[in-house]
């Protein structure tokens, strides 16, 4: 079965002028076969937030999401280095 995405179009707009990623793409993420899901403890207060890491075209991408019934809702995206460097030391990536 595959991942049904959804996301607030007015913060896809923002996510998009802030770090140059759409939503669209950040849903590329989850077809990497080694990304790495991990839990956000910072955000996850009123219900549980996720990172997906991800490699995609341009990089290793962090996308921050939920799930809501059967829908991955998107929160933001972005090429964090915290996210590149977690991924990396995940998949034993040498450089």
Same mark, same amino acid.
């Given at each position: 079965?595959?991942? @049904? #995405? &959804?996301?607030?179009?007015?913060?896809?707009?923002?996510?998009? %002028?802030?770090?140059?990623?759409? #939503?669209?793409?950040?849903?590329?993420?989850?077809?990497?076969?080694? %990304?790495?899901?991990?839990?956000?403890? %910072?955000? @996850? @207060?009123? &219900?549980?937030? #996720?990172?997906?890491?991800?490699?995609?075209?341009?990089?290793?991408?962090?996308?921050?999401?939920?799930?809501?019934?059967?829908?991955?809702?998107?929160?933001?995206?972005? #090429?964090?280095?915290?996210?590149?460097?977690?991924? &990396?030391?995940?998949?034993?990536?040498?450089?």
């Amino acid at each position: 079965m595959a991942a @049904s #995405f &959804e996301w607030d179009p007015l913060k896809a707009a923002a996510n998009l %002028r802030k770090h140059g990623v759409s #939503f669209a793409e950040a849903q590329l993420a989850f077809l990497d076969t080694k %990304r790495v899901i991990a839990r956000d403890k %910072r955000h @996850s @207060s009123s &219900e549980q937030r #996720f990172y997906c890491l991800g490699m995609v075209e341009g990089g290793i991408l962090t996308v921050r999401f939920t799930c809501r019934g059967d829908k991955i809702r998107i929160i933001g995206a972005g #090429f964090w280095r915290k996210g590149k460097k977690l991924y &990396e030391a995940e998949n034993q990536v040498h450089r």
